[in-house]
């Protein structure tokens, strides 16, 4: 008697297995479109057809000069214990120039990285919290709009509880949040302003 209800609960579980496993292969399908799409626009570029560049190439030279947002100082860009600047740093520092902006990777990597050490006070999706909104149009410090400046401010910190990342974040770390930031900010853009309390 128990034999004739397994079967039937077998049919039940092969179709929900199925549609279960169709929703993964169209997930995956989806990942990988996206990410080919990444691809092939970075070796479209690579290819040096006279299209816009989404991939950098990344250079090397001098260290710009980095001033803290407050005190107006020089600072000390050294790697911090256990660092080694990559690349992507190395041509950050070098040129100003973030390359891990629009890069859909990094800024994922950018935005797990803000949530530990940021997000606690500029809130999850830095709406403004303890410290003050920064995916919005408005910077107490307007030099904040350019990624050099923005990076003076978290490498050197500014006022109050806006403590130095010097020595707690490496530069390829704070490039990475920076990417999130200015991407966070162009969606909310987007979408009208309206997650941002400064609008
Ligand atoms: C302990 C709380 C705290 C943490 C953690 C913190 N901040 Fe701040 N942040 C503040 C406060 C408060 C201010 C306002 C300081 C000021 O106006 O000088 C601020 C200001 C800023 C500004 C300037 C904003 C403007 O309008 O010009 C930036 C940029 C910034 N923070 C980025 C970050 C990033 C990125 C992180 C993570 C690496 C971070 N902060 C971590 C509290 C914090």
């Known amino acids: ?24 292969l169209v997930m995956a399908a989806f990942l990988t479109v996206a990410c080919a799409k990444d691809e092939s626009a970075a070796s479209s570029s690579a290819a040096s057809e006279a299209q816009p560049a989404v991939k950098v190439a990344l250079k090397e030279g001098p260290a710009l000069e980095f001033r803290g947002t407050i005190s107006g100082d020089v600072l000390d860009v050294a790697p911090m214990e256990g660092e080694t600047f990559t690349p992507e740093a190395k041509h ?11 890069n859909e990777e990094a800024i994922k990597k950018g935005y797990t990285l803000f949530s530990t050490a940021c997000s606690g006070c500029h809130g999850h999706l830095a ?52 990417a999130w930031i200015r991407h966070q900010a162009e969606e909310n853009l987007k979408n009208g302003g309206a997650a941002t309390p400064h609008g």
């Open 127 to 178: 709406e403004g919290k303890l410290g003050p909104a920064l995916a919005d149009e408005y910077w107490t410090y307007p030099k904040n709009e350019t990624d050099k400046g923005i990076f003076e401010t978290i490498y050197g910190g500014a006022a109050g509880m806006m403590g130095p990342q010097q020595g707690r974040l490496q530069v390829d770390e704070i490039i990475h949040i920076i």
């Open 1 to 24: 008697m128990k034999e004739s209800q397994q079967p039937h609960l077998r049919r039940l579980r092969q179709p929900l297995t199925m549609a279960l496993g169709l929703t993964g």
């Open 92 to 102: 950050f520092l070098a040129t100003g120039e973030n390359p891990y902006r629009n």
